[in-house]
C-alpha cells in the first residue's frame, strides 16, 4: 500500500502523491452488475479539488466518491461526490455505497448508525434488514406543476396526457419534477427526446399491480442530464415523500429501476416516525489500489 511507483513510470505533468484503497460496487441491487455503479477512493484527504474532480471525469460514472476525515462533531466520516461535470452536496447511492464501503474499510460492520458529513450538512445512516438506508432529506420544492412545462415534458417524453395521473415538484437537490403514471406499462415505453426535455430533470413513476407479474409495488425511471440514471436514491426519496404524502404509497414499499436498461434495481422505501428511509443492496465488484 505504500510502496511508490519510481517517477518514471509516470509522465512529468502527473504528480504522485499516494496509493489510496479503491472500491467500485453496485448499489440498489443484491446482484453484480445489475445496479447503480460507484467508485470510492478511501482516505482522500490529501487529494486536491482538481484531483478529485480528474478521476471522477477519467472513471466517466455518474458519481465517485471521495471518503475523508469528518471535520464537525457528530459525523463518523466526510464524503465528496463528484460527476464528471463537478460536485453534488448530496447523492442517494453515493451516500449508500461510501457508507457501505467506509464500514467495511474500517472494520465497523457492526455499525447500526452512522452520520455522514457531506456538502447538504449532516446525513442519517441506519442499518435496516442488512442494508444502509439514509433518511430523505426535505423537499427544497414541492407542489403542482405549471401547465405549460407539464406539457412540454409531457411531450418530450412522448407521454399522451390521458396516461399522467399527477405531476410535482419533488425536488431535495438535484431539481426532480415528477409525474406520476397510470401504467407500469406507461413508464417503460417512454422514449425520451432529450433536446427537447432540456435541463429538466424528471422521474416517472407508476404502480405495479398483479398483471405486471413482478414482485415490486412501484416502477420508476429517471432522466437527467442526457441520460437515464440507472436506479436513483434521491428520486426514489423525493416521489416517496408526495406519494405517502397523497395516500398513494403505502408506509414501507419496494420499487424497482433500471428495467428497459437491463438492470434490476430495488430501492426499499419505509416510513418511521417523521423519517422516510431510503434502502438498497450493495455489492462489491471491484477492490484494490489507485495511484492519483
Known amino acids: 500500500m505504500n510502496d511508490r511507483p519510481s517517477d518514471a513510470r509516470f509522465p512529468r505533468e502527473f504528480s504522485v502523491t499516494q496509493t489510496h484503497a479503491f472500491h467500485q460496487v453496485d448499489v440498489f441491487s443484491s446482484q453484480p452488475f445489475k445496479g447503480n455503479p460507484l467508485a470510492v477512493v478511501c482516505d482522500a484527504d490529501d487529494l486536491s479539488d482538481a484531483q478529485m474532480a480528474a478521476f471522477a471525469s477519467w472513471t466517466n ?47 465497523k460492520t457492526g455499525m447500526q448508525d452512522i452520520v455522514q458529513e457531506c456538502g447538504a450538512g449532516l446525513v442519517r ?7 444502509p ?10 407542489g403542482s406543476v405549471d ?3 407539464l406539457a412540454t415534458v409531457a411531450a418530450a417524453l412522448g407521454v399522451a396526457s390521458s396516461a399522467i395521473v399527477d405531476a410535482n415538484w419533488t425536488d431535495n437537490g438535484p431539481g ?16 425520451p427526446d432529450y433536446a427537447a426535455l432540456g435541463h429538466f430533470q424528471v ?21 437527467c442530464d442526457n441520460c437515464e440514471d440507472p436506479v436513483t436514491g434521491s428520486l426514489n426519496a423525493g416521489v416517496a415523500q408526495w406519494l405517502m404524502g397523497k395516500g398513494v404509497a403505502p408506509q414501507r414499499y419496494v ?8 438492470r434490476a434495481g430495488r430501492v426499499y422505501v419505509e416510513k418511521l ?10 455489492t462489491g465488484v471491484i477492490a484494490g489500489s489507485v495511484v492519483i
Not at 125 to 131: A, T
Not at 203 to 223: K, S, Y
Open 133 to 142: 438506508a439514509f433518511a430523505a432529506p426535505p423537499l427544497r420544492k414541492s
Open 255 to 262: 420499487a424497482s429501476q433500471g428495467t428497459v436498461l437491463g
Open 125 to 131: 445512516i441506519r442499518i435496516s434488514d442488512g442494508r
Open 147 to 149: 401547465a405549460e412545462t
Open 273 to 282: 416516525d417523521d423519517d422516510i428511509w431510503i434502502a438498497g443492496e450493495v
Open 203 to 223: 422521474g416517472v413513476v407508476a404502480p405495479c399491480t398483479h398483471e405486471d407479474e413482478v414482485e415490486t409495488d412501484f416502477e420508476l425511471r429517471a432522466f
Open 176 to 191: 426532480w419534477l415528477s409525474l406520476l403514471l397510470k401504467t407500469r406499462a406507461d413508464v417503460l415505453n417512454i422514449r
Open 61 to 107: 460514472l455518474s458519481e465517485t466518491t471521495f471518503l475523508l476525515k469528518p471535520t464537525v462533531d457528530g459525523a463518523d466520516y466526510r464524503v465528496r461526490i463528484f460527476t464528471p461535470m463537478g460536485e453534488l452536496p448530496f447523492a442517494g447511492h453515493p451516500t449508500l455505497g461510501s457508507c457501505h464501503v467506509w464500514l467495511a474499510y474500517h472494520g
